[in-house]
């Protein structure tokens, strides 16, 4: 009896074991996703910008003069008005030059005066019209010579009187010549050594704060690089680079609204300005939205975004957002095709709130992955858990 126990338990336990798992008993594992579908609808579409804020005015302070700093008056992030000292450089030749100037301007001004004063211009037109009459006359008697010694005396005279006359023109255009070269010489060299004067002092050409200072006291400046930096943040650009679509697309005047990094505020403006051509480096075309800075909350050089509203398209064919991918920014879809995942690329319009418009890869009616992508790869196996199939 105690054997016939054994037996039934040994029995039992056989029937519970397990299955030894091999590899002819794995089945490939359909992968869950959810699918929308393409459709055509109007929108409203909004075109995403991504670029750079810059104050809308700001000037390098420059100087052709290589000279010693002599004092730096400002600091980076003060404020400043118009024509405030910002910097001062040794004076001490372009003073030499000045003095030497100023020695000679009451003759400078004298010589000017009696330029001006000068009515030679009527006389010298007087001695033209003689000498063109002169001429004729001579001209007239030299024809006719053959009809007697009288004339040919006359044509002699006459001869002699354009000589004379065209001695006294040139002589009076000499004397205009040599009246005038020296006073505008000497007005030149008065204009450059108070002009040389003048730029030892850099002056602020606006209102605004000090964003950089490159000048050392005691050191030269180099000539036409910038010893400083002003700007002025009341109003700030924004700048981007359009691609040929985008600049397509967007007009100036169009409505934006602009996100800057670091503050929680937007703000709405429109559209400044487009270039009409393409930087020749890069391809895209220089685009701008100028908004107002009351409070100075935005600073130079911070990332912006702009949502830019532009035309309503009627009956687009539209892609769900959610079913977007992206390889180097370039844009793709997996559409469910049967049981398998098929891998689109795409080429997109205008976006609205929750869909973009699709110019190219799809077609109405596609299904297209919005749940269970990031899991899926082209020609996987697919099972839709939920869809569009409307």
């Not at 699918?35 to 909004?46: L, M, P, R, W």
């Not at 701008?288 to 912006?304: D, M």
């Not at 830019?308 to 920014?329: I, R, W």
Request: aromatic share 2%; charged share 25%.
């Amino acid at each position: 009896m105690r054997k016939l126990w054994l037996i039934t338990s040994i029995l039992t336990l056989a029937a519970c074991a397990p299955k030894e798992i091999t590899t002819d008993n794995n089945e490939k594992t359909a992968i869950p996703i959810q699918t929308a579908k393409v459709k055509e609808q109007d929108i409203s579409g909004i075109m995403e910008l991504s670029g750079v804020a810059m104050p809308a005015k700001q000037a390098p302070i420059v100087t052709s003069l290589p000279l010693p700093v002599e004092k730096v008056h400002v600091k980076v992030g003060d404020s400043v008005e118009k024509g405030d000292v910002l910097i001062t450089l040794n004076n001490t030749k372009a003073q030499q030059q000045l003095n030497t100037a100023s020695d000679t301007l009451s003759s400078i001004d004298s010589t000017l005066n009696e330029t001006k004063n000068e009515d030679v211009g009527a006389e010298v037109q007087k001695l033209r019209k003689d000498l063109q009459t002169s001429i004729a006359a001579s001209k007239s008697l030299l024809e006719g010579m053959e009809q007697g010694e009288k004339v040919q005396q006359e044509a002699l005279a006459k001869g002699l009187e354009v000589v004379v006359t065209q001695a006294q023109l040139s002589q009076k255009i000499l004397e205009n010549q040599t009246a005038t070269v020296p006073a505008e010489t000497l007005n030149l060299q008065k204009q450059q050594a108070q002009t040389a004067v003048e730029n030892t002092v850099l002056r602020a050409p606006f209102s605004g704060q000090v964003a950089d200072i490159a000048a050392v006291e005691g050191s030269p400046l180099s000539p036409n690089s910038p010893a400083a930096v002003i700007v002025n943040q009341d109003t700030i650009k924004a700048t981007f680079q359009l691609n040929s679509y985008e600049v397509a697309e967007i007009k100036p005047n169009m409505n934006a609204t602009l996100s800057f990094e670091g503050i929680k505020e937007n703000y709405r403006a429109t559209v400044t300005s487009i270039s009409p051509t393409a930087n020749p480096e890069t391809g895209l075309f220089p685009a701008s939205i100028s908004v107002q800075n009351e409070n100075g909350a935005i600073k130079g050089g911070v990332r912006v975004s702009a949502s830019v509203s532009v035309q309503e398209v009627h009956d687009a064919l539209t892609v769900p957002v959610e079913a977007l991918l992206y390889n180097k920014s370039k844009p793709y879809v997996y559409v469910a095709n049967d049981d398998k995942a098929q891998r689109r690329e795409i080429e997109l319009g205008i976006k609205s709130n929750n869909a973009y418009e699709v110019k190219k890869g799809l077609k109405k009616g596609d299904l297209v992955i919005i749940e269970g992508k990031e899991d899926v790869k082209d020609t996987s196996d697919i099972e839709v858990i939920k869809g569009d199939v409307s």
